[in-house]
């Protein structure tokens, strides 16, 4: 056996996740220290979302001394659920081992991570040209990450003739030297 694989046998994964849970969406307690807000087109997108594909995915929660499960990343979707099918709506959550202080690092963490993610642009415009949806809110938040990463959004439509024309106007430039204007 190759040294490699002995450490690769020995040492295991940190596995945190004790398991999926069924919980009543109003019983799970927001995390007092959820820095993040939540701008209205974010809310109108995943509204958007869940409106197009369902409810999927788990939020990570964790329990506290007192039994109570609380959010470490997720309280948008709650906030969601909650307007749109009532505090009784009932999902499965993703139970975790944390402590308090591993859902506070976990809370600040997980997504500055997702953030630092790239896009392989080829990839990106071909599956944005491929997927087709009816929400505006979605559209919208999908147009706004192909001109983030400089992909023309597949249903950009080009302007008129006599609009063309005024864009195509460049602005006088005086000669600083002559005074002259180009």
Same mark, same amino acid.
């Given at each position: ?7 690769? $046998? ?9 398991? $999926?849970?069924?919980?009543?969406? &109003?019983?799970?307690?927001? =995390? ?6 939540? /701008? ?17 995915? #788990? ?12 959010? +470490? ?5 709650? +906030?969601?659920?909650?307007?749109? #099918? ?14 308090? +202080?591993? =859902? ?9 991570? &997702? ?20 929400? /505006? &809110? ?7 990450? =192909? +001109?983030?990463?400089? $992909? ?8 008129? $003739? ?13 000669? /600083? ?6």
């Amino acid at each position: 056996m190759f040294f490699h694989e002995f450490l690769r $046998i020995k040492m295991k994964i940190r596995d945190r996740n004790l398991g $999926i849970r069924k919980v009543r969406v &109003a019983d799970l307690e927001d =995390a007092p220290w959820n820095f993040r807000t939540h /701008p209205q087109p974010q809310k109108e997108a995943l509204a958007g979302v869940v409106s197009e594909l369902g409810w999927y995915g #788990y939020p990570d929660v964790y329990e506290t001394p007192d039994g109570l499960l609380r959010i +470490a990343d997720g309280h948008l979707r709650k +906030a969601l659920l909650i307007e749109r #099918y009532g505090p009784d709506t009932e999902i499965e959550v993703n139970v975790t081992d944390f402590d308090e +202080a591993d =859902a506070r690092k976990a809370t600040l963490t997980k997504d500055p991570l &997702a953030a630092m993610a790239e896009a392989d642009a080829a990839k990106l415009d071909a599956l944005l040209r491929e997927v087709q949806t009816s929400e /505006p &809110a979605v559209s919208a938040m999908l147009a706004e990450l =192909a +001109a983030e990463t400089g $992909i023309i959004p597949p249903d950009f439509q080009p302007v008129g $003739i006599d609009e063309q024309g005024r864009l195509d106007e460049k602005a006088k430039v005086k000669c /600083p030297e002559c005074g002259h204007e180009f």
